[in-house]
């Protein structure tokens, strides 16, 4: 048996959402998957949970049901970091001492606490994302890898793409190309179309508003253009009010 044959790993991502019926992240209908993990900073980000790149714990006070009725949660956290408050009895969170291990996630009922993010493996998130395949047909649409930064998942998401294609589904990434070139060169060959954001041209003022300057990003575009002649691109400009 070779040793091609006997290596069954396939590389796990952590996935913020799958999002179905999609029509702004790509061709036709689209399924966007939004990646976990950013590297850059922006002062608009409207997804600020997909920043960090691994999975986050969240806090919805209103559907907590109190220490009285439950705390199960305060049991379970190895860092003390949930406690109560005799105003209310409902559970807070220190959140200098969480430490996003998802503990008390399954022992609570309401669904109070929950994960910002999820691992999943390559199969998993296929096989949500073809069950829209008749709408792909349809209108021309696919999956479309978002985040975050998808491309900073660089093997989960060329895993992915290339999965999609066996499967007859179109592929698009939505990327602001902040990563290093070998995170391109995986990830771009199994690529349809590419959405991409120039969002300043000034190095300075894409520092000041990004939270990084533009060099890379520059390079990587022009060298991805060149490099993927058959490759569909979109720049894409955010307008900010």
């Not at 969240?58 to 305060?74: P, S, T, V, W």
């Not at 990587?220 to 569909?232: L, S």
Request: charged share 20%; hydrophobic share 30%.
């Amino acid at each position: 048996m070779s040793a091609s044959s006997t290596n069954t790993s396939t590389p796990k991502g952590t996935v913020l959402n799958i999002q179905h019926f999609c029509t702004h992240d790509g061709p036709g209908m689209r399924t966007t998957v939004f990646l976990k993990g950013c590297s850059l900073r922006c002062k608009w980000c409207s997804n600020p949970e997909s920043i960090h790149p691994k999975p986050e714990l969240a806090y919805n006070l209103n559907k907590c049901i109190g220490k009285d009725q439950c705390g199960a949660c305060l049991k379970e956290c190895p860092e003390s970091a949930i406690f109560s408050v005799d105003s209310d009895a409902k559970v807070r969170i220190n959140w200098d001492l969480c430490t996003n291990c998802g503990k008390c996630v399954p022992v609570c009922p309401p669904q109070a606490l929950y994960l910002f993010g999820r691992e999943m493996t390559v199969e998993q998130v296929l096989d949500e994302v073809e069950q829209d395949g008749s709408f792909y047909r349809e209108s021309g649409g696919g999956m479309t890898l978002s985040g975050g930064e998808c491309q900073l998942q660089a093997d989960f998401a060329a895993a992915l793409l290339p999965g999609a294609h066996q499967r007859g589904i179109n592929t698009a990434i939505e990327t602001a190309f902040n990563v290093p070139w070998s995170h391109v060169e995986k990830v771009l060959p199994h690529v349809d179309t590419v959405l991409h954001d120039i969002k300043l041209t000034d190095p300075e003022r894409h520092r000041k508003w990004c939270g990084a300057d533009n060099t890379r990003i520059r390079e990587n575009i022009k060298r991805a253009y060149e490099t993927f002649p058959n490759t569909k691109f979109i720049a894409r400009t955010p307008v900010i009010p």
